[in-house]
Every structure is written in structure tokens, then in C-alpha cells.
């Protein structure tokens, strides 16, 4: 049974921090992009970041570029969102994807989903 399980999320003021860490278990990742994005009440899930097997290539929606930062440790089969500078707009709740393959940033295209940590930013 695939399993991806976020954990890191909460509550921070703006300007703060956050690290997300999503644990995949299950099966072996190998070649497989890992993705988050996130998503607000009414509407769609969007793409947030996603990072490919080599971890040689990323991808930023440009409303977190600059400020959050992909990363993998494939021997921990984990997928890390460092979250910095953070703005209200940021708040939803945010998964994690694996998708066989790259390049990914289509949430359709996504093989599997974890079950979504809140990340609320607010003072």
C-alpha cells in the first residue's frame, strides 16, 4: 500500500517559516517526480513546486519563487517544502504528489496523493 504522509504544517505569522516534510512509503520512488500543491476552499489544487529523481531539476510556480525551496533525500524516500517569507496568500492546505516520470507540474498527471497538512498564515 502506497503511503504519502505530510507533517510540518501549522500555524506562522507572515514573514515566517515553515518546513514540510512528506515521507513516501510503499514502493520504491525510483524515476519518480515529487511534487506539492496546494489548494483553497472552492478552488482548484495548484501547483506549487516540484522536483525530479536526480533532484538536478526543479520547477516554481512563480508566486513561491524566490522564497520556497524543493528539496529529496531519496534514501529516506522524503520530499522536503522550505517555506520562507511567508504571506497570507500562502495559507491552504498542502500535499504532496508523486508522479512516475517528469516533468510534472499537472496535478492530474499525478500517480499518487498524500492527505494534506493545514498551513495557515496569519497574525
Known amino acids: 500500500q502506497v503511503q504519502l504522509v505530510e507533517s510540518g504544517g501549522g500555524l506562522v505569522q507572515p514573514g515566517g517559516s515553515l518546513r514540510l516534510s512528506c515521507e513516501a512509503s510503499g514502493r520504491t520512488f525510483t524515476n519518480y517526480g515529487m511534487g506539492w500543491f496546494r489548494q483553497t476552499p472552492g478552488k482548484e489544487r495548484e501547483f506549487v513546486t516540484s522536483i525530479g529523481w536526480s533532484s538536478g531539476n526543479t520547477y516554481y510556480a512563480d508566486s513561491v519563487k524566490g522564497r520556497f525551496t524543493i528539496s529529496r533525500d531519496n534514501a529516506k524516500n522524503t520530499v522536503y517544502l522550505q517555506m520562507n517569507s511567508l504571506k497570507p496568500e500562502d495559507t491552504a492546505v498542502y500535499y504532496c504528489?508523486?508522479?512516475?516520470?517528469?516533468?510534472?507540474?499537472?496535478?492530474?498527471?499525478?500517480?499518487?496523493w498524500g492527505q494534506g497538512t493545514q498551513v495557515t498564515v496569519s497574525s
Open positions: 504528489a508523486a508522479r512516475y516520470g517528469w516533468p510534472f507540474w499537472r496535478a492530474h498527471e499525478s500517480d499518487y
